[in-house]
């Protein structure tokens, strides 16, 4: 089992430089095969299709991002709002696979740029609701829902201001970015002005 697992992270890791380094569209499963030194129905026995692959290689990368995450709040001594500022500035997962993330903004990859949202979605949401509950527990917030709390803020966000999803124009986005901060705050009941460093953030990006 452990060898079957070893060698599918193998496969992952290979694939992923390849899309990287030489793009998704121009690269084979025959490359990924040579780079590893494997029979062709090795990999076949792991991933049916490159798309299959290329849908792994996201959610391993989410994965892992996700990983990273969790280890960077956990026994954090930093209150609830501090937390949430670290999660954000670590959850981009676009600075190290930016290749891989273009990819998804091409129309034929539309679906798994929509699995890849989802996969960040409920993946990190647990991550903030957490925090949020901390928050909460610590005077900072108010909610009582604070996993749907996470889920609307954070889907809000990465629709509205994903560029892959729709052609927002640069007006459609300075007015979200400016209303974010404030929505936040009413939504956890947070203090005025709390969440100001999210609509800096977001014009960095």
């Given at each position: 089992m452990t060898k079957l697992v070893n060698r599918r992270e193998e496969i992952l890791k290979v694939a992923r430089n390849l899309f990287l380094t030489k793009d998704y569209e121009k690269t084979t499963m025959a490359d990924i095969m040579d780079a590893l030194e494997i029979a062709k129905g090795t990999i076949y026995h792991y991933f049916k299709s490159k798309?299959?692959?290329?849908?792994?290689?996201?959610?391993d990368i989410v994965e892992k991002k996700v990983k990273q995450m969790a280890?960077?709040?956990?026994?954090?001594?930093?209150?609830?709002?501090?937390?949430?500022?670290?999660?954000?500035?670590?959850g981009n997962i676009s600075q190290e696979n930016e290749k891989i993330v273009e990819q998804l903004?091409?129309?034929?990859?539309?679906?798994?740029?929509?699995?890849?949202?989802?996969?960040?979605?409920?993946?990190?949401?647990?991550?903030y609701a957490e925090i949020i509950q901390q928050g909460c527990d610590e005077g900072i917030f108010k909610t009582k829902n604070p996993l749907e709390c996470a889920e609307f803020i954070l889907s809000a966000i990465q629709f509205l201001t994903d560029m892959g999803i729709y052609p927002w124009t640069k007006e459609d986005l300075q007015r979200r970015i400016q209303a974010f901060p404030t929505?936040?705050?009413?939504?956890?009941?947070?203090?005025?002005?709390?969440?100001?460093?999210?609509?800096?953030?977001?014009?960095?990006?």
């Open positions: 798309e299959a692959l290329f849908e792994a290689v996201i959610e280890a960077l709040i956990k026994n954090s001594p930093k209150n609830a709002l501090e937390k949430i500022q670290l999660l954000v500035n670590a903004h091409t129309p034929a990859n539309d679906v798994l740029h929509s699995r890849l949202l989802a996969a960040i979605l409920m993946k990190q949401a647990p991550l929505l936040i705050e009413q939504m956890l009941q947070a203090l005025s002005g709390s969440f100001q460093f999210l609509k800096d953030k977001l014009e960095q990006n």
